[in-house]
């Protein structure tokens, strides 16, 4: 089994910052590629930014220059810092991992999600 645990949202200000933090857990050969989508009620799920191992970042154009995706591969964990946060930007964040295991392929996996609720 694969787990991936969210952890880092919240309430905040217009303008402020959040970090949140997904964890994957289970057995399994590697990870190649993390990511974080979002959802906002009544409006289908988005891709925020997603980051290959050994590769470059992408970000939706919505959020380029305010958020920045950083992986730790050691410990198979992937971290999101927003800034300069817009109500817009209010969803649920839910961390995704495309992971590879014996027996198993290649397989996306979600973590349960994280509220962000960013206020004007």
């Known amino acids: 089994q694969v787990q991936l645990v969210e952890s880092g949202g919240g309430l905040v200000q217009a303008g402020g910052s959040l970090r949140l933090s997904c964890a994957a857990s289970?057995?399994?050969?590697?990870?190649?590629?993390m990511g974080w989508y979002r959802q906002a009620p009544g409006k289908q799920r988005e891709l925020v930014a997603t980051?290959?191992?050994?590769?470059?970042?992408n970000y939706a154009d919505s959020v380029k220059g305010r958020f920045t995706i950083s992986r730790d591969i050691a410990k198979n964990t992937v971290d999101l810092q927003m800034n300069s946060l817009h109500p817009e930007d209010t969803a649920v964040y839910c961390c995704?991992?495309?992971?590879?295991?014996?027996?198993?392929?290649?397989?996306?996996?979600w973590g349960q999600g994280t509220q962000v609720t960013v206020s004007s």
């Open positions: 289970g057995t399994f050969l590697n990870i190649p590629v």
């Open positions: 980051l290959p191992s050994g590769g470059s970042p």
């Open positions: 995704n991992a495309v992971i590879s295991r014996i027996g198993y392929g290649v397989n996306e996996h």
